[in-house]
């Protein structure tokens, strides 16, 4: 067994650290920029580097005691076979490692290694079913062709919507009015972030339509709504497979769990875990 364990949980907004000694004792944490490995490949790979040599910094560890440590990573995008390809040539001298997806880690996590289902909900979104032998995922194929229920495609709707009621072809609302005051009521301004826009971007708006949907808001009413149609969909393809315990991962996950029907919330279990308890099981075994 080795000395040192190393957790990652790299996700579409922070990637996250855990390093702990061989009998689990906690003995840094820390956490750095974006982990996806799809649409920052470069970048989100100095973000992991960075944050396990800021691990070893804060336990007052030599880097030279990588050679006594294991790594296990969940990488948002490493489900992509072309992407997991690419990370087979990444290695740090010294250090033993595995790259899953993040929902891969998380799943482990939230079930202790024990069989079990999740649905994240995040900047991205994504399932995951572990049976005890292998994994079946569904979704996490980025915004622009899934990533339902997601931050940044509730974000995304949102925009489309705030700047048709911005050019009076939908009634105005609070909620509208709110996004569209933080591009100075300017289409053009709005239109020039788009062109740079990263999917944590267009996540940040979705906590100010769940509260303006609690105010009743009828746009962040129906958005609200959707995106909760949205999980519902991809939570019921899971559970046609699975028997398990279902858990809820992610930023959107606590918000959203309300607007779920009362059946499916009946399914829901808390997670005992989160991504970085599974990368660290997972670490027992390298």
């Keep these: ?12 907004t922070h990637c996250r650290g855990r390093l702990v000694d061989s009998q689990g004792s906690l003995l840094a944490e820390c956490r750095g920029g974006t982990g996806n490995v799809y649409s920052h490949f470069e970048s989100a790979l100095v973000e992991v580097e960075a944050v396990i040599t800021e691990l070893f910094t804060l336990a007052n560890l030599p880097l ?13 995008g490493a489900n992509v076979p072309s992407v997991l390809q690419r990370l087979a040539q990444w290695h740090i001298p010294g250090l033993r490692h595995k790259i899953l997806s993040d929902v891969e880690t998380a799943c482990i996590g939230a079930h202790q290694g024990r069989p079990g289902t999740i649905f994240i ?12 032998h292998r994994f079946q995922l569904i979704g996490g194929w980025g915004v622009m062709l899934s990533d339902l229920a997601s931050g940044a495609v509730l974000g995304h709707k949102a925009l489309r ?30 239109l020039l972030w788009t062109q740079h826009a990263q999917p944590k971007d267009w996540a ?6 769940f509260d303006y949907a609690l105010q009743h808001d009828p746009h962040a009413l129906d958005l609200v709504k959707t995106c909760a149609a949205e999980a519902e969909i991809m939570i019921n393809a899971l559970m046609q ?3 398990h315990d279902i858990a809820l991962f992610g930023g959107m996950a606590k918000p959203l769990t309300p607007w779920l029907s009362t059946n ?17 099981q997972l670490a027992k075994q390298l």
Aim: glycine fraction near 12%; aromatic fraction near 6%.
């Design 121 to 132: 909900c995040g900047t991205g979104s994504q399932g995951a079913t572990w049976d005890g």
């Design 204 to 209: 940040q708006y979705a906590k100010c339509i």
């Design 161 to 190: 919507l705030a700047l048709l009621a911005h050019e009076k072809i939908l009634a105005e609302s609070p909620c509208t009015h709110h996004i569209m005051s933080t591009f100075q009521h300017n289409a053009e301004r709005m």
């Design 64 to 76: 030279s005691r990588y050679e006594e440590s294991a790594l296990v990573a969940g990488l948002a």
């Design 241 to 243: 497979d699975s028997q």
């Design 1 to 12: 067994m080795s000395t040192y364990r190393i957790g990652i949980d790299g996700g579409g």
């Design 264 to 280: 499916l919330r009946k399914r829901l279990v808390e997670p005992k875990g989160d991504a970085l308890d599974g990368a660290l």
